[in-house]
T-cell receptor, first 111, second 111 residues
Framework: GESVGLHLPTLSVQEGDNSIINCAYSNSASDYFIWYKQESGKGPQFIIDIRSNMDKRQGQRVTVLLNKTVKHLSLQIAATQPGDSAVYFCADARGNEKLTFGTGTRLTIIP | EAQVTQNPRYLITVTGKKLTVTCSQNMNHEYMSWYRQDPGLGLRQIYYSMNVEVTDKGDVPEGYKVSRKEKRNFPLILESPSPNQTSLYFC??????????FGNGTRLTVT
């Protein structure tokens, strides 16, 4: 079946360093992807999205890269801060009714 | 403030006792959805609604009901809760083909 998965369940990064969180998807028809951040005790929060007509999209301190050839996307967070500690999910959003989430990567920022 | 509001935040109940988790959004979103989040399984969609009086099953609809009588409200109903429905539940809403806005979750325990 179709799936979206993250490569590592946990990731620890020194404060100030850059972090990269990876995600793979299986459906070559997928054309819209979203990254969410979930802090403890809260619901997922939108970070950034990318559509399949783009390879890269940048936000504030975050960059998402999409490689359609190998069905892989990554979230890069620059100059990580303690507030970046959270669980990060990628989601395959082929229309809202078929939003499929990965299982998440827990990012821990080490002071 | 634009938000999705779920109530209650925490609920402990016994097997078979009907319960309703309410969800309300103030952003005039057409699309609303319910998810459950379980360790190792990520977020799984229960039901979604594209508009008033229109609801559809997600990936794990068994044991749940929903209704969409008004645009802003999308309650989740468990007619006869069972222990395997112990989970963290999230309601979300969005405009079509746009990122979801999530509530802060309802932690349900069924004994």
């Amino acid at each position: 079946g179709e799936s979206v998965g993250l490569h590592l369940p946990t990731l620890s990064v020194q404060e100030g360093d850059n972090s990269i969180i990876n995600c793979a998807y299986s459906n070559s028809a997928s054309d819209y992807f979203i990254w969410y951040k979930q802090e403890s005790g809260k619901g997922p929060q939108f970070i950034i999205d990318i559509r399949s007509n783009m390879d890269k999209r940048q936000g504030q301190r975050v960059t998402v890269l999409l490689n359609k050839t190998v069905k892989h996307l990554s979230l890069q967070i620059a100059a990580t801060q303690p507030g970046d500690s959270a669980v990060y999910f990628c989601a395959d959003a082929r229309g809202n009714e078929k939003l499929t989430f990965g299982t998440g990567t827990r990012l821990t920022i080490i002071p | 403030e634009a938000q999705v509001t779920q109530n209650p935040r925490y609920l402990i109940t016994v097997t078979g006792k009907k319960l309703t988790v309410t969800c309300s959004q103030n952003m005039n979103h057409e699309y609303m959805s319910w998810y459950r989040q379980d360790p190792g399984l990520g977020l799984r969609q229960i039901y979604y609604s594209m508009n008033v009086e229109v609801t559809d099953k997600g990936d794990v609809p068994e044991g749940y009901k929903v209704s969409r009588k008004e645009k802003r409200n999308f309650p989740l109903i468990l007619e006869s809760p069972s222990p395997n429905q112990t989970s963290l539940y999230f309601c979300a809403s969005s405009l079509f083909n746009s990122p979801l806005h999530f509530g802060n979750g309802t932690r349900l325990t069924v004994t």
